[in-house]
């Protein structure tokens, strides 16, 4: 293959139909041709996950296949990921910020929350990663631990978007509403849905995502300042 494109759908099929070995062989080969990590991680990695999930919520995939699948992603993750991050590092120090991650209670799927975190690492986050599954609780009481500046929310299903809405609110409605910057995420979120359920920010890109996180927050971080400044 000589073609970009081909190359990233062959890895999108390649995550769906579960061959982690072949997946190996075809990233290596991507980048001996220059074409660019990043690209291959979100247009083919992760394309292919997000197809698998679809199918999983159609029925058509189960737990055994969705593993499965994800076992291919991440083969192909270990090769591209390096290249990412070192090409990340070298743009980026470290910000000072913290953010807590994590999918929504009822979900287990954190292919696109384990792509977060990894970039929002490379561009100077410090990360608090809760895993899957997590109610809204969880989410609030780890921001009061740790002080964090950032609230990213994931989700790959439908039937748990209720449980991000009610994540946002809560957050929204505590005393941590101008503390913490709430971004929400995943195959089935859109711009409509942030705005509708009041998140502070989304991006459908995580590379895009990741500054958009860093801009927030550093909004919010001149906003205090500004008030601090009038108070005293």
């Known amino acids: 293959m000589s073609d970009k494109d081909d190359f990233l759908k062959k890895m999108s099929d390649y995550v769906l139909e579960m061959e982690d070995e072949e997946i190996v062989e075809l990233c290596k080969e991507f980048l001996e041709q220059g074409y660019n990590a990043f690209e291959g991680i979100q247009l083919g990695l992760a394309d292919g996950m997000n197809r698998a999930g679809r199918l999983f919520e159609e029925q058509e995939y189960y737990i055994p296949?969705?593993?499965?699948?994800?076992?291919?992603?991440?083969?192909?993750?270990?090769?591209?990921?390096?290249?990412?991050?070192e090409e990340l590092k070298a743009k980026n120090k470290d910000l000072g910020y913290k953010a807590v991650i994590g999918v929504v209670q009822g979900d287990t799927h954190d292919i696109g929350k384990n792509l977060f975190k990894i970039m929002l690492e490379t561009v100077g986050f410090e990360v608090y990663d809760l895993g899957s599954n997590i109610p809204p609780q969880e989410f609030i009481d780890k921001i009061r631990e740790v002080d964090a500046d950032l609230l990213g929310l994931s989700t790959l299903m439908t039937t748990t978007m209720i449980n991000m809405e009610k994540t946002v609110k809560m957050?929204?409605?505590?005393?941590?509403?101008?503390?913490?910057?709430?971004?929400?995420?995943?195959?089935?979120?859109?711009?409509?849905?942030?705005?509708?359920?009041?998140?502070?920010?989304?991006?459908?890109?995580?590379?895009?995502?990741?500054?958009?996180?860093?801009?927030?927050?550093?909004?919010?971080k001149e906003r205090e300042k500004t008030q601090n400044k009038q108070s005293s």
Do not use: R
């Open 171 to 220: 957050v929204k409605s505590s005393d941590l509403k101008d503390k913490v910057i709430v971004m929400v995420g995943g195959g089935p979120i859109s711009e409509e849905y942030s705005n509708k359920v009041g998140a502070d920010g989304f991006e459908p890109d995580v590379y895009k995502a990741v500054y958009t996180a860093k801009k927030l927050v550093s909004e919010m």
């Open 65 to 85: 296949e969705l593993l499965l699948c994800s076992d291919a992603m991440y083969a192909g993750l270990e090769i591209l990921k390096p290249v990412v991050i």
